[in-house]
């Protein structure tokens, strides 16, 4: 049985929202209304202010309200363009830190997986440039070219979308790595035997400490890998 790697993707080896990249170039497209450009800009600057702890979390919700609600009048065809505008735009936009590691597992013959909260098409971009083997991405359901407005999204639950992946390649938990920035990777990082916060936000990274998880933090050009000692963190 092979030892594998999961990676969220969104922030930890791209350094932005794919997700939101998609809804911003639609919104600017006039794809999702007259008015969804500005909503979203007055979110995104509350957030960037920092006016409140809730500030990223709500623009998040506000974001994906615009983009759901304008599924119904989308076409699929629409909506690959602006995926593969997206998918050429970041997809050299990474951290140093989860490139190299992706490619030193992958020498070391691991599987490579992925699991995200950004769009399955995009996802799957991502995730076949860089040597992934398997991805769960939000899949909205199309039939006919248009959507249904039905959605699956694994990244609500990532213990359960891990494990659907672990049996469906037959994986091991022995020597297993996880790479997640939020407190929505804690449901896979729990399941590894190396977990790595990675440049976390606050809630992961209380957890984090709480475990003695590995915390590396890549700012500019330098990358600070951090190790619990004794109830401490230390550069290692």
Do not use: C
Not at 28 to 38: E, I, T, V
Not at 40 to 61: D, G, S, T
Not at 109 to 128: D, M, P
Request: aromatic share 12%; glycine share 6%.
């Amino acid at each position: 049985m092979k030892s594998f790697a999961v990676f969220d993707i969104d922030g930890t080896l791209i350094r932005w929202q794919l997700y939101h990249a998609v809804v911003d170039k639609m919104a600017k497209k006039q794809l999702l209304g007259p008015d969804a450009q500005s909503i979203l800009h007055e979110a995104r600057m509350i957030w960037k202010r920092r006016e409140h702890p809730n500030a990223f979390r709500e623009y998040e919700l506000q974001l994906i309200k615009l983009y759901e609600d304008a599924l119904p009048h989308l076409s699929a065809v629409q909506f690959d363009e602006v995926v593969e505008e997206v998918a050429q735009e970041y997809k050299e936009q990474v951290y140093t830190f989860t490139r190299q590691l992706v490619f030193d597992l992958k020498q070391k013959g691991y599987t490579l997986l992925a699991i995200s909260g950004s769009h399955q098409e995009l996802v799957a971009h991502i995730a076949r440039q860089f040597g992934f083997d398997d991805w769960l991405g939000t899949d909205y359901e199309r039939i006919d070219g248009a959507f249904s407005g039905k959605k699956f999204v694994p990244s609500t639950d990532k213990k359960r979308a891990l494990e659907s992946l672990i049996k469906k390649h037959g994986l091991a938990l022995k020597g297993s790595v996880g790479v997640g920035d939020s407190k929505s990777d804690v449901a896979f990082l729990e399941m590894v035997e190396r977990a790595i916060a990675f440049n976390p936000d606050q809630e992961l990274y209380a957890l984090a400490k709480k475990y003695g998880w590995e915390i590396v933090l890549e700012r500019k050009n330098v990358v600070y890998n951090l190790k619990s000692d004794d109830g401490t963190y230390v550069l290692a």
